[in-house]
């Protein structure tokens, strides 16, 4: 019996915890960008638009404006750090500008727009082409400028001057201390940069949308996002069902197809989600988030990693994951206000002295505008059988103070008051606070401030304790 144990002999390989682990963390370091301090803008940030730098507390993104008629027109704007997820911000408008941000050079930036790169004077607010060259595609790497043209030759600016490096070589995808990663005919090629010739080629992906690393890549491909190694060539799929992807240091973020982003190591691994918007541009710059939010009309918004802070960039920030309160039809809004009408009447403006309390029993709830608008939460329809509560919504207006030229400055608040129907008393009330007027001393400017959505507060009042522990009992 013991030589019969011991003549057993098998070919698998079996991988501990500890050798996982391992595997798992030189994948990440094949895939690392070791040159990103010397470049401008990530490749990453590149192949989703490049539309957003950052430099000395300020950012400058580029904007459109949408006319009736499909047309849109760019421009440039500049945008103080501290006015993130603000209103309240000066509206510097730069100069007409609709194309990639490359990066900082000195103390202008340098552009690529409709195949011409420019420089971006930002002092006195102009542009410039800096090369006679119809350009591809262009980073900015130490203290030189590199590019392709329509001819497929690779170009290097600098302050010696524009300097013809080698002929027909393809799309310059990226580069690094060792190499120039081109596009030619569909196939990747990897150019040594002390030789100047092609050393590697790589088939079998969507290299458009590659992303570079220390001994492999990262690319998107029909909805799935893979990893191939130089080495062997070999592909692999990370994470599938994406719309775009965005990568800085070791961290990855994704776009799901059906919506939501979520953050991982770049090799897919330790993911976690971290909202639930509809994503697209994904850009990641200084452990920061940018990106278009389709459910708000491809408005920019931001999320800081470290603590998950989400916001619009410049405008009022939706509920995460687009609207999630939804209007009754006409019909079933009519039967609401035959029913309620003279209730709400009666306890429009009352308050409640609590922010929060327990609550009496475990309902949904019904929101009602001053003018007669009602709302439930998305995939939470409510009939006039079904249990629930009424939550009021007015709005209260705030002196602030009176302008130079005698005018009176005013700031509107939004109040949501709960209540049992047809109980006069008000369970709990939650005041969202409207934005602030401009600081305008003449004319008539904007005197009363904005109003704040009240759907970020009324989503965390169905999410927060007070429903819990109602459920709980």
């Known amino acids: 019996m013991p030589l019969l144990l011991t003549s057993c002999i098998t070919d698998q390989v079996i991988i501990d915890g500890e050798m996982a682990l391992y595997l798992q ?24 638009g490049g539309y957003l730098l950052e430099r000395e507390g300020c950012l400058y993104f580029i904007n459109q ?29 730069l100069l007409d500008f609709n194309g990639q941000l490359l990066g900082f050079w000195e103390s202008n930036i340098i552009g690529l727009e409709e195949n011409q790169l420019l420089l971006i004077d930002l002092e006195e607010y102009y542009k410039e082409p800096i090369s006679e060259a119809l350009v591809t595609r262009a980073h900015i790497f130490g203290e030189a400028l590199f590019y392709s043209n329509l001819e497929g ?7 010696a001057g524009e300097e013809l490096l080698i002929k027909g070589v393809g799309e310059l995808l990226s580069l690094d201390n060792h190499y120039f990663y081109t596009l030619f005919n569909g196939n990747l090629e990897l150019i040594d940069r002390a030789e100047m010739k092609v050393v590697k080629s790589l088939t079998g992906g969507s290299y458009e949308t590659a992303t570079f690393g220390r001994e492999g890549l990262l690319f998107l491909e029909e909805e799935s996002l893979k990893r191939q190694s130089y080495t062997s060539g070999e592909i ?8 775009s992807y965005g990568r800085e240091g070791y961290c990855l973020v994704t776009a799901s197809t059906e919506g939501g982003l979520c953050i991982s190591c770049l090799d897919g691994t330790a993911k976690r989600r971290i909202s639930d918007d509809l994503a697209d541009s994904l850009l990641l710059i200084d452990g920061r988030l940018y990106y278009f939010n389709l459910y708000d009309n491809k408005a920019i918004y931001t999320i800081k990693i470290e603590d998950e802070v989400r916001s619009a960039l410049f405008s009022e ?3 995460d994951g687009g609207l ?3 209007r009754y039809g006409s019909g079933e809004e009519q039967s609401l206000l035959e029913a309620y009408l003279p209730f709400l009447q009666e306890v429009v403006g009352k308050q409640s002295q609590y922010g929060e309390q327990q609550l009496p029993y475990d309902g949904k709830v019904i929101f009602i505008t001053q003018t007669g608008e009602f709302y439930h939460r998305k995939g939470e329809e409510i009939t006039l059988n079904d249990l629930f509560y009424l939550a009021l919504i007015t709005y209260h207006s705030t002196h602030l103070g009176t302008y130079s030229d005698g005018g009176q400055a005013f700031r509107t608040d939004t109040v949501i008051t709960l209540f049992v129907p047809f109980d006069p008393n008000p369970l709990i009330s939650i005041t969202v606070r409207g934005y602030d007027p401009i600081q305008i001393k ?30 709980s009992h």
């Open 153 to 159: 030759d690779l170009y290097c600016l600098s302050g």
């Open 236 to 243: 692999k799929e990370v994470l599938s069902g994406i719309r």
């Open 324 to 326: 999630q309160f939804i």
């Open 25 to 48: 963390e030189r994948v990440n370091e094949e895939l690392i960008d070791v040159d990103s301090s010397v470049r401008g803008n990530a490749p990453s940030n590149l192949v989703n």
């Open 442 to 471: 003449t004319g008539e400017g904007d005197r009363y401030g904005m109003l704040a959505s009240w759907h970020p507060a009324a989503l965390r009042l169905l999410e927060s304790d007070m429903f819990k522990q109602v459920l």
């Open 65 to 93: 404006m949408e006319f009736d008629d499909g047309s849109t027109y760019g421009y440039l704007q500049r945008l103080h750090t501290s006015q993130r997820g603000s209103l309240i911000y000066d509206n510097d408008l």
């Open 317 to 319: 920030t939706l509920t």
